[in-house]
């Protein structure tokens, strides 16, 4: 059986739970259960009609214990999602995803991509339909995503389907010009920047649409792409069968698998290594992809990998010269883009694997024996009220300096202030969402997810390294009395896809308040040849 089925049999339950199935309701075809059925929220999230497509697969690809497959009721749904998209576009094309009148890019460029793909796949033939397709189009091509590329790099896929049935020039023109553009931003060490940094998750995503444009155009210009983002992210593919985590700019734990399964059929060995290791404990609990919550197993988890075992099913002659992954063997490599450093140790008796995120302030996560081992996350210092100062922000004014097997980091802490919501905030943002529109998006992104308010309070880490541990000196310096505690892996920069547990959250080593100081010196030394082994000497 492929390792594709049983994560794709035990999540479709789920998925059709959030949709309305009830062909007389006013909102049949919505798969936002917190709208049609909790009645918790007072619009529909159109990000999540991507549902659709799900279904539409479900009812298209035959595969082992597919129930869903040629029945009426899997069509009527996916066909009843496609409508309900239209009815919910507004005037200019565009979607909303968190709030009204957002006129948001993320469910305008995926949900015209689920669509157009619906389209094709159940045939259906309504140029009313298309017509709305056209208008979406339209609204993406004048408007670009500039901080998170993955939804850009969406557009271009959504653009190419729309052009698979209109054949229309302009939509050819306007992907063009976005493709064009993409491509020169691709750091030349494979990533595609999220928020000013490079994210695994999220470039799974960028790796998943850009892999189906080719799928699509056979344009060959995104070949080389495809292959540099492969190279990178395999050294992020964890001994545990976890992936990403809190090193990367958004610290994404997930994994979208068709744009790996694209380049299996181009026979890639590193995308070959890649799904044979993360697939193989699909089907047990515990698998780190089971974490996923329920919004994102709607949104574009479940249908990619669907499009992924529709492809593996197209492999009559499945390639097993399978590459070593980076943590098969010993290697050390540093991304300095990136600020990425990657450390792996092999002997006979036990084996390494070590992640340094420096533009994080330095976190690190390190493996043992193929376990999640001690991990340091930095520090935090708590004001009070939802008001803390972290190191463990991305942040691109860290000076990072790597020489031979040392490793400085030096910056400031940055302050962040975690948001609650209120009914007078959402009041407030519904009035300034009704005259503004997506133009407060920005003011939104400034305040939750690109701070960039620094402390007075500065950090300077060391980390050295050999065979047999890993030595971190931090000294901590504040012009006033802090409390300094050890902060964990959540991170303190919002986002939607994050904070799905992990196996990090219990790795935390328990000695976590340092005390009240204006100056701390720490020493830490990670042994690499015990699990769950790490010595804290502070002074200060």
Sequence with gaps: MSGYIPFIMKSVPRVLTQVDRDKHSKTYGCCDRNFWHLKIRDFSSAILQQTG???????????????????????????????????????????????????????????LFSSCEIYKRLQVY???????????GKYLISHIEMKAYNQEIASITALYSLYTITNEKWVLEGLENKLRRILDLQSVEGWFPEYGGADIGYLSVSLDML???????????????????VEFIKYFIHPDITVGGEYGSRNTTYFLPNGIEVMVHLGNKDAIAIKKFILQKSNEPGYF??????????????????????????????????????????????????????????????????????????????????????????????????????????????????NGNYLEI????????????????????????????????????????????????IISRRIK????????????????LIELEAADNFSARHVASGKFYSISDISIHDENNYGKNVL?????????????????????
């Excluded at 009815?87 to 200019?92: E, G, H, M, Y």
């Excluded at 444009?213 to 060959?220: C, F, G, L, N, P």
């Excluded at 479940?302 to 197209?314: D, G, P």
Aim: glycine share 6%.
């Design 520 to 540: 701390f010196q720490i020493h830490k030394e990670i042994k690499l040849d015990q699990i769950n082994i790490m010595s804290i000497e502070v002074k200060g």
């Design 289 to 402: 992809m089971d974490a996923v919550d329920d919004r994102y197993y709607s949104h574009y988890l479940l249908h990619s990998f669907l499009r992924a075992l529709e492809k593996e099913k197209m492999n009559v002659k499945p390639d097993n010269n399978v590459g070593l992954l980076p943590f098969e063997s010993k290697e050390e490599k540093y991304f300095p883009e990136a600020g990425l450093f990657v450390l792996s140790r092999m002997s006979k008796e036990i084996s390494s694997y070590c992640i340094i995120g420096a533009k994080k302030g330095g976190v690190i996560r390190t493996f043992i024996n193929n376990q999640q081992s001690i991990s340091d996350f930095g520090y935090r210092v708590n004001y009070g009220e939802g008001n803390i100062a972290v190191t463990n922000w991305q942040d691109n004014e860290y000076s990072v300096k790597k």
């Design 211 to 229: 892999a189906e444009y080719y799928w699509m155009s056979r344009d060959e210009r995104v070949l080389e792409p495809l292959n540099k983002i």
């Design 126 to 136: 309504d140029q009313n339909l298309v017509e709305a397709m056209r208008k979406t």
């Design 53 to 111: 497509l799900a279904i539409a697969l479900l009812d298209t690809v035959d595969f082992e214990g597919n129930i869903y497959y040629k029945r009426n009721a899997a069509e009527s749904w996916a066909k009843a999602t496609l409508y309900y998209w239209k009815k919910i576009q507004l005037r200019d094309g565009s979607y909303n995803e968190y709030y009204p009148n957002e006129h948001g890019f993320p469910p305008t460029a995926f949900s």
């Design 465 to 480: 390294w050999d065979d047999e541990k890993i030595i971190i000196d931090d000294e901590i310096t504040s012009p006033e």
């Design 410 to 457: 030096n910056g400031k802490f940055t302050k962040v202030s975690l948001k609650m919501p209120s009914p007078i905030l959402h009041l407030g943002l519904r009035v300034l969402s009704f005259v503004f529109g997506n133009k407060i998006i920005s003011m939104l992104k400034k305040k939750i997810i690109l701070v960039d308010k620094h402390t007075d309070i």
